[in-house]
């Protein structure tokens, strides 16, 4: 079951007294863990009937889940690292066992919560336990739809308004973080003030730029024949704690999409096929599609190939990284200046 699906469950009030939490998105599986406590804990007494073990044995873990709540119907235990469901943590088979049993009867006035920091273990016989109970909840990071309409209802929940387009542009700016992008549109929502609809020039004003956006505009300026911006935003990204081998990695994948978009304009795809076969969002597929009528397929084919083989030779510590990331944008210069006799 995944997140969205959960958070259904919660407003109804549906609730099983154990579950599992696992996925990468630790911002939105907090926001879960909030908004289950509060379902369930009456004011005030929330620290009373709620505890937090950390990698408990299954003696521990037991007498917590089966303490009573006070003055409430529910208790909350919330268990952390736990061995029989991390990866890379070695589990008792009799700990495990007995847990197993235990669950299959528990006490109806507890809700019992593994939290696992990243995936869990699917070889583990408690996850195979979990999953077959249905009570493994998938925290992934949410797709490309499933964030617009996240931005836009959580804009909504502050008062404002944004369009799907404007969504877009606010996911492709600030990226897919949640917690980051619900830092962004806070910040959004104070800076807009009394209007009440977002536009694209809030999100220019305001926001921080994910890495690919940065990129984006670096390979933007790049094409346009503006180095002296390129450069400056390379140097951006690169004060800003990024690594060069990260850098290098984007401006190769900005450019493969660039070719393959050089070659997808002279076939009849339209511009939705394009945004789903680069998986870019739709609003940048003009701006790709101008970038890369700038020149022949084999210019673009010549920087892919050089980018290509240049990471290979950093990777296997062939050449030294240093300064990686200003050399290739400088030999990307010089190779799409060369001109070719034919317009392929």
Same mark, same amino acid.
């Given at each position: 079951?995944?997140?969205?699906?959960?958070?259904?469950?919660?407003? @109804?009030?549906?609730? =099983?007294?154990?579950?599992?939490? *696992?996925?990468?998105?630790?911002?939105?599986?907090?926001?879960?863990? =909030?908004?289950?406590?509060?379902?369930?804990?009456?004011?005030?007494?929330?620290?009373?009937?709620?505890?937090?073990? #950390?990698?408990?044995?299954?003696?521990?873990?037991?007498?917590?889940?089966?303490?009573?709540?006070?003055?409430?119907? =529910?208790?909350?235990?919330?268990?952390?690292?736990?061995?029989?469901?991390?990866?890379?943590?070695?589990?008792?088979?009799? &700990?495990?066992?007995?847990?197993?049993?235990?669950?299959?009867?528990?006490?109806?006035?507890?809700?019992?919560?593994?939290? #696992?920091?990243?995936?869990?273990?699917?070889?583990? @016989?408690?996850?195979?336990?979990?999953?077959? *109970?249905?009570?493994?909840?998938?925290?992934?990071?949410?797709?490309?739809?499933?964030?617009?309409?996240?931005?836009?209802?959580?804009? @909504?929940?502050?008062?404002?308004?944004?369009? &799907?387009?404007?969504?877009?542009?606010?996911?492709?700016?600030?990226?897919? %973080?949640?917690?980051?992008?619900?830092?962004?549109?806070?910040?959004?929502?104070?800076?807009?003030?009394?209007? &009440?609809?977002?536009?694209?020039?809030?999100?220019?004003?305001?926001?921080? $730029?994910?890495?690919?956006?940065?990129?984006?505009?670096?390979? &933007?300026? +790049? #094409?346009?024949? %503006?180095?002296?911006?390129?450069?400056?935003?390379?140097?951006?990204?690169?004060?800003?704690?990024?690594?060069?081998?990260?850098?290098?990695?984007?401006?190769?994948?900005?450019?493969?999409?660039?070719?393959?978009?050089?070659?997808?304009?002279?076939?009849?795809?339209?511009?939705?096929?394009?945004?789903?076969?680069?998986?870019?969002?739709?609003?940048?597929?003009?701006?790709? +599609?101008?970038?890369?009528?700038?020149?022949?397929?084999?210019?673009?084919?010549?920087?892919?190939?050089?980018?290509?083989?240049?990471?290979?030779?950093?990777?296997?510590? =062939?050449?030294? +990284? %240093?300064?990686?990331?200003?050399?290739?944008?400088?030999?990307?210069? *010089?190779?799409?200046? $060369?001109?070719?006799?034919?317009?392929?």
């Amino acid at each position: 079951m995944n997140y969205l699906r959960f958070f259904e469950i919660l407003k @109804k009030g549906e609730l =099983k007294p154990v579950y599992v939490f *696992e996925g990468e998105e630790e911002y939105i599986k907090a926001q879960a863990v =909030k908004t289950l406590c509060a379902r369930l804990l009456p004011d005030g007494l929330e620290q009373m009937n709620l505890t937090e073990l #950390v990698g408990p044995a299954a003696d521990e873990l037991i007498a917590a889940a089966e303490t009573l709540p006070v003055m409430a119907d =529910k208790r909350v235990v919330l268990v952390r690292e736990y061995g029989p469901l991390s990866p890379g943590k070695a589990a008792e088979e009799d &700990d495990t066992d007995r847990i197993i049993e235990y669950l299959g009867g528990m006490s109806p006035s507890t809700c019992l919560v593994f939290l #696992v920091k990243g995936k869990a273990d699917g070889r583990k @016989k408690l996850y195979a336990y979990c999953r077959n *109970e249905r009570i493994v909840i998938d925290f992934s990071p949410m797709t490309e739809p499933q964030a617009v309409d996240w931005i836009i209802r959580s804009m @909504k929940a502050l008062g404002k308004r944004m369009s &799907d387009a404007v969504a877009q542009r606010f996911l492709f700016t600030v990226g897919s %973080d949640a917690a980051l992008l619900k830092q962004e549109i806070e910040k959004l929502a104070d800076y807009t003030g009394d209007h &009440d609809t977002v536009t694209e020039e809030d999100i220019r004003a305001i926001t921080v $730029q994910s890495l690919e956006c940065t990129v984006f505009q670096m390979v &933007d300026a +790049q #094409v346009a024949g %503006d180095y002296g911006e390129a450069l400056c935003l390379m140097h951006r990204v690169l004060q800003g704690g990024e690594d060069r081998m990260m850098v290098l990695s984007m401006l190769l994948r900005q450019y493969r999409m660039l070719y393959q978009m050089r070659c997808l304009l002279g076939e009849n795809v339209s511009q939705g096929e394009m945004a789903s076969l680069l998986m870019i969002p739709p609003f940048a597929v003009r701006r790709m +599609q101008s970038q890369a009528m700038r020149y022949q397929k084999r210019q673009l084919k010549a920087v892919y190939d050089y980018l290509l083989e240049y990471e290979f030779r950093l990777k296997s510590g =062939k050449l030294p +990284q %240093d300064g990686c990331a200003e050399a290739a944008l400088f030999q990307v210069k *010089e190779l799409l200046e $060369q001109e070719y006799d034919t317009a392929f």
